[in-house]
């Protein structure tokens, strides 16, 4: 079970907004990678790859987001939230399956 | 660049089957995993499951005793049925892609449009 708080966030443009994702098991593997990814869908879009494996940036994501965490407790962080960053935010564990997303935080512009 | 497009019905009836495919183009669909993931209106996502080929593939445990997926490489297709379908199954379906590059998985990298699948008499 991924739970994310809040579910929905206000945030004036420049400021910086923070999202957390717990689970109900470590999504730390033996290997040593922990499992947890976060995703972005705008208003009318399909989702896309914002952050995996914790804290890595996929290609083309903007440096302002950033992920941290350990074990069941991770966090998306955006440094000075833009109007384009509108839209709801998801993480997702692959330890196990079935994968699962976490409920969703829409983040709105003030 | 890797483009995928999902088609279907978009209206079926109770306790039919729901048959989507899913195509791929500008690259092959051989050595990623393919997933189904849903979003029914206003909430949020559900991982249905993926196929790497045609004896791997692993499915939601809530969806399994319904879903079959398969791949068509000459078609570079990947589908998706689910049987006996309830309005409960009335959603966007999206298909993504997931691959293994220098030992780093990347879930859901590519993702379709999506096509909405009605369930209704």
């Known amino acids: 079970l991924m739970t994310q708080t809040p579910l929905s966030l206000s945030v004036t443009p420049g400021q910086p907004a923070s999202i957390s994702c717990k689970s109900s098991q470590s999504l730390l593997q033996s290997n040593g990678k922990t499992y947890i990814y976060w995703y972005l869908q705008k208003p009318g879009q399909s989702p896309h790859l914002l952050i995996y494996?914790?804290?890595n940036r996929f290609s083309g994501v903007p440096d302002r987001f950033s992920g941290s965490g350990s074990g069941t407790d991770f966090t998306l962080k955006i440094s000075r939230v833009e109007a384009e960053d509108v839209g709801l935010y998801y993480c997702?564990?692959?330890?196990?399956?079935?994968?699962?997303f976490g409920q969703g935080t829409k983040l709105e512009i003030k | 660049q890797v483009q995928l497009q999902e088609s279907g019905p978009g209206l079926v009836k109770p306790s039919e089957t729901l048959s989507l495919t899913c195509t791929v183009s500008?690259?092959?669909?051989?050595?990623?995993?393919w997933n189904w993931i849903r979003q029914p209106p206003g909430k949020g996502l559900e991982w249905i499951g993926y196929?790497?080929?045609?004896?791997?593939?692993n499915y939601n445990p809530s969806l399994k005793s319904r879903v079959t997926m398969s791949l068509d490489a000459p078609k570079n297709q990947i589908s998706l049925k689910l049987n006996s379908v309830t309005a409960a199954d009335t959603a966007v379906y999206y298909c993504?892609?997931?691959?293994?590059?220098?030992?780093?998985?990347?879930?859901?990298?590519?993702w379709g449009q999506g096509t909405l699948a009605t369930v209704s008499s």
């Open positions: 993504a892609r997931a691959r293994w590059l220098q030992q780093i998985y990347y879930p859901f990298d590519i």
């Open positions: 494996e914790v804290s």
């Open positions: 500008g690259g092959s669909i051989s050595g990623y995993y």
């Open positions: 196929i790497f080929s045609s004896a791997d593939t």
């Open positions: 997702l564990q692959t330890i196990q399956i079935p994968y699962t």
